[in-house]
């Protein structure tokens, strides 16, 4: 089967006044339909850059992304991309945030208006509609950002550590969620977070970015049994911390090349 | 505890909240009355002290005239109407100024927002501009446009149109980066940018401007009608000056403060009614 997301040889060095410094270097990765995968790492082994690079956000300096087999140069609607904050406008209200990518690509109708109202219930933000993000607390505020996200259906969701800023009981419970409703979908999804636990709860793949360049240092598949249960409880299930373990002390070794 | 018990102890409660609330409101209310008080006796005594002097010879009355003459002076000129084209011609200069400054500047302000090249371009020049005096170009103006109304616009677009294109880019810029990232993610256009992000989120920065272009519009009228003005409340007061009428150049000054402020006000009001939904 066509992979949904392919990486040839990307590389990408930012440009500055006083030097050129490399990102990342010469990626190479494949991600099938329905998974979810996770990318993890120190800091500076270019997470956001390559989930900036998926997105079409920003251009490689070198190499091929490809996305449903056509190389992605600009952002599409078929690709969500969810921030680290909800970054919801404060002069819309929820309806209206949530519509908002409808409203860009020029898919705003009946029908889809429709079918965002319902997923707002299903997030548990029916009544909320016509409330403003202020009024709002943080948890349901992400809540929205993933409805406004979800609206224009993307086969790929890129997720920039969207748990991050939130309460430790929410961002268990939004992962919960956030991994039903993919699932339910058939959303593939890349994860970037520096939560550990977390990559391994959520995800089919946890990928280990090393620093200084960025480059793929080691691939983590996650056993079966950790993956069908939902997130709170994967954390629970034999195996889940030996693995925790083996990707910390890979990290640790990452992190170290840095110094 | 008995039921009757609970909601006896609940309905005291109550009445001792409600009773708390009210001697703060009644403390509030009084607070309020004092600076009202007080405010209106500044002024009252202000005028009292003005009038006191100038009769008892403290200062000079033919400089500094006395508030019954003042305002004897407005009464008669509003009554036999040779007030009201003045007032109208400056009231109207300033009303133009203040819209088109505003229009301008903003539209400015989009377009070099919209060519980061151009505003680099242009950067230094603005800076110039607008750190000059810029009623020095009055006499330019006048040249250029005649001794009358258009000139007095421009002296008053002068000051004003820069400082909005300042204030307005400014705000543009300071737009948070992520909110048109989510734009961007769902490949959004410039165009849709710049009128789903930028524009509503500076919009009260644009609606602030206009309190600021209101005080600026009437600096630019008043002094392009000392300059060139053969009506208006500017002429007035360079009139009353040349033929050591000081009744006449005080009774413009309250007329000017009286007016401005009214128009401050209005502002004010409309700038709630544009923001209040947030």
Redesign the interface.
Known sequence: MLPVVELKGVTHAYLGEREASLAVEDLNLSIGSGEFVSLVGPSGCGKTTLLSII?G?LQPSEGEVSVYGRPIH????E???M?Q?D?L???RTILENAL??L???GNLNEENRRKTVELLGDMGLAGKEDA?PSQLSGGMRQRVALV?TLA?DPGLLLLDEPFSALDYQIKLQLEDLVSETLRRRGTTAILVTHDLSEAIAVSNRVILLEPNPGRIRKVFTVPESIREVPPLYARDQPGFAELFHEVWKEMEQAGSKSV | MEQSEISGIAASRESWLRQMHSTFSQEKRREKNRIVAVRTSLLLVFFALWEASARLGWIDELLFSYPTKVFRQIWGDMVSGTLWPHLGITVGETVVGFALGTLLGTLLAVVIWWSPFLSAVLDPYMVVFNSMPKVALGPIFIVMFGAGFTAIVMTTLSITVIVTTLVVYNSFCSV?P??V????????TRV?IFF??IL??S?PAIVSTLKVNVGMSWVGVIVGEFLVAKSGLGYLIIYGFQVFNFTLVMSSLLIIAAVATAMYQLVVYVEKLLLN??
């Open positions: 997105a956000l600009n952002p599409s609607p690709i969500g991309y921030l904050q970054y406008f404060p002069w908002l990518g409203e860009l690509t403003y406004r224009t | 948070d992520n909110l990232k989510v734009v961007r993610s769902f490949g959004g849709q789903k992000v509503p989120a919009f939904r947030r």
